[in-house]
């Protein structure tokens, strides 16, 4: 119910009746449809909304939208981690993710289904994975399947003896990173470290040659969706000077320690793709 029991027309100065209506909308382009209170004139019909009923307003919309999309409310939300005793922090250290997060999510704040399904997980009392790792167990196999399918889609060679990975690890972040954003799966199982050069493979020095020298022969090629993340990035950075640029503008790069570990919880901040 609305603080007020009377609200002036601000066209003709009559009484507003408060009034309660389900009312469609399209939102990121799908048509909902959600209860709004709000304060209707009887003569001439204008509707007007308190403070109060305009954020109630937009939670209806957020929670229908999530609803119709398969993705969990901050009803259900708040609902399912009461049931397990579980404040705000206790949740956000089960993703894990700050506490921010989830006071967001609980309220407007919709989710991306990599989120949701981690969500999901830490709710039902099942383990998140390592948040560094992408839920993927770490195959230098598969980076080089990756790295391959890159190199198909830019017509060039980017796995190159001698150059450090130097642009070669960053089209595979932004993929891995992408990945998880998407699904809540990455498709390498690398570790990212934050250095002086944008975000590089963990260890990379001891890895070079085991990239470039895996045998993948046994190596699960990688999926339609993962080869349509492939070329996203790729049509997104055709050059390598365009993906190098992009990964010293992310938030998610400026923001660590060099040789800081970048978690792959990160990638819903991602801004350059």
């Not at 399912?80 to 089960?94: I, V």
């Not at 997060?101 to 969500?119: C, F, N």
């Not at 790295?147 to 060039?156: A, I, K, M, V, Y």
């Not at 045998?215 to 950075?237: G, M």
Request: with cysteine; proline share 4%.
């Amino acid at each position: 119910m609305s603080e007020k029991k009377h609200m002036l027309c601000p066209k003709d100065n009559h009484y507003m009746k408060l009034a309660h209506r389900a009312k469609k909308v399209r939102f990121r382009d799908t048509l909902i449809e959600y209860n709004a209170e709000r304060y209707r004139c009887p003569d001439c019909g204008t509707e007007t909304a308190t403070i109060p009923q305009a954020a109630q307003i937009q939670k209806s919309i957020s929670d229908s939208y999530r609803e119709k999309t398969g993705l969990l409310t901050g009803k259900d939300i708040v609902r399912k981690r009461k049931e397990l005793k579980l404040s705000q922090q206790d949740l956000a250290h089960r993703i894990p993710v700050g506490i921010a997060s989830i006071k967001r999510w609980e309220g407007t704040a919709i989710q991306t289904k990599s989120m949701d399904q981690l969500l999901r997980n830490a709710l039902q009392g099942k383990v998140c994975g390592d948040p560094y790792t992408g839920n993927r167990e770490f195959s230098t196999g598969r980076i080089k399947v990756l790295l391959s399918h890159f190199e198909f889609q830019l017509n060039r060679k980017i796995l190159k003896k001698g150059d450090r990975l130097l642009y070669a690890a960053k089209y595979a972040w932004y993929a891995d990173m992408l990945a998880f954003r998407e699904r809540g799966e990455g498709i390498t199982g690398a570790t990212y470290a934050a250095l002086p050069n944008g975000p590089q493979i963990n260890n990379y020095k001891d890895l070079i040659d085991d990239i470039i020298n895996a045998d993948i022969s046994a190596i699960t090629p990688l999926t339609n969706e993962e080869k349509r993340f492939v070329e996203r990035v790729a049509r997104t950075f055709p050059r390598d000077n365009d993906v190098y640029k992009a990964v010293h503008n992310e938030p998610v790069w400026k923001e660590k320690m060099t040789g800081a570990l970048i978690p792959y919880t990160d990638a819903e901040r991602l801004t350059k793709i």
